[in-house]
């Protein structure tokens, strides 16, 4: 198993930024790729951007690549989300997920889930 944890979420104010981590422990060797994703207010859960492990190649939902930005430190099995110029319909639960296979943005191609990390950004 791998246990993704998110960190970083907040209250952030229009046009402001915030950096989301996602730590990976446990048999993380198994893991080829990260994905984040986003559940706003009512709406379903979205991919937002995904990397794969071994060669940094990431993908993004087509609205939000000009704003976010994921990279990864695989020294510290850890995936970030860099997220400016941010927007009120930003706002939503963010979660980071772990892929047995290179990034996707196919929710049933993720194994592991994190909690889920806020984020909400005010007008």
């Known amino acids: 198993q791998v246990q993704p944890v998110e960190s970083g979420g907040g209250l952030v104010q229009a046009g402001g930024s915030l950096r989301l981590s996602c730590a990976a422990s446990?048999?993380?060797?198994?893991?080829?790729?990260m994905g984040w994703f986003r559940q706003a207010p009512g709406k379903e859960r979205e991919f937002v951007a995904a990397i794969t492990w071994s060669n940094g190649n990431s993908i993004y939902a087509n609205s939000l690549k000009d704003r976010f930005t994921v990279s990864r430190d695989s020294a510290k099995n850890t995936v970030y989300l860099q997220m400016n110029s941010l927007k009120p319909e930003d706002t939503a639960v963010y979660y980071c997920?772990?892929?047995?296979?290179?990034?996707?943005?196919?929710?049933?191609?993720?194994?592991?889930w994190g909690q889920g990390t806020q984020v909400t950004v005010s007008s």
């Open positions: 446990g048999r993380t060797f198994s893991s080829r790729a």
């Open positions: 997920a772990a892929a047995m296979q290179a990034a996707t943005i196919f929710q049933y191609n993720y194994d592991y």
